[in-house]
């Protein structure tokens, strides 16, 4: 079956331009997430999102950072005036119920550089 | 503050040895610990999870150990292989009633023939 997919999968953008970075998860998981995995570090949480709840945007490194997710499926993580700092994997998974104890799939992740 | 460290962070091991990774964790109070390995340019795939009650569980030539009293735990990698080159990466989960998953950085493994 279909795993979860990203796109693009890489992305060259000049500093101060916005970006869009889009999720399809696996079809009927209701929990999505957002990472982002610098080189050479671990993954950073950035949101979470569960069914029609508020999403948990504890994350987010700044404003200029904001997800959605429409109808419960699809998500776009959203950079506005990219920096440099921003350069790095950004990886989106999901997993079939809520919380941290079931196993999250990860799609293949959306290589950003900020030139 | 809720941490994840693994060690080593990168290591080489000819094909057919055996290796092991080590992960020590501070998160409170623990939900379950996984093992992934993420292959380059790819995202990371399950291999073990692992709750409070069990000590041991294999997945083919990966073996991983917890032991919650001392908060770490280990991933034992048998008659390693060319397409074990990978990172392996520990993740623990709060057992707060909503989400917190906190990652290790990650150890390398280069495996030469």
């Known amino acids: 079956g279909a795993g979860v997919s990203q796109s693009p999968s890489n992305k060259v953008t000049e500093k101060g331009k916005d970006v869009e970075l889009r999720c399809d998860p696996i079809?009927?998981?209701?929990?999505l997430y957002w990472y982002r995995q610098s080189l050479g570090q671990g993954l950073e949480f950035l949101i979470y999102f569960q069914g029609n709840s508020a999403p948990d945007k504890s994350g987010l490194p700044s404003d200029r950072f904001s997800a959605e997710r429409t109808g419960g499926s699809v998500s776009t993580l959203t950079i506005q005036r990219t920096q440099q700092e921003d350069s790095a994997v950004y990886l989106c998974a999901s997993s079939g119920v809520a919380g941290g104890s079931y196993e999250q799939y990860f799609g293949p992740g959306t290589r950003l550089t900020v030139t | 503050k809720n941490q994840v460290e693994q060690s080593p962070q990168s290591l080489i091991i000819l094909e057919g040895k055996n290796c092991t990774l080590q992960?020590?964790?501070?998160?409170?109070?623990?939900?379950?610990l996984r093992w992934y390995k993420q292959d380059t340019g790819r995202g990371p795939v399950s291999l073990t999870i692992m709750t409070f009650s069990e000590n041991t569980k294999s997945n083919g030539r990966y073996t991983a150990t917890l032991d919650a009293d001392t908060k770490q735990s280990s991933l034992h990698i048998t008659a390693s292989q060319l397409s074990d080159s990978a990172s392996y990466i520990c993740?623990?989960?709060?057992?707060?009633?909503?989400?917190?998953?906190?990652f290790g950085a990650g150890t390398r493994l280069f495996v030469k023939a």
């Open positions: 079809s009927g998981h209701t929990a």
């Open positions: 992960c020590n964790y501070t998160v409170s109070p623990f939900s379950n």
């Open positions: 993740v623990v989960s709060e057992n707060t009633g909503g989400f917190k998953t906190i």
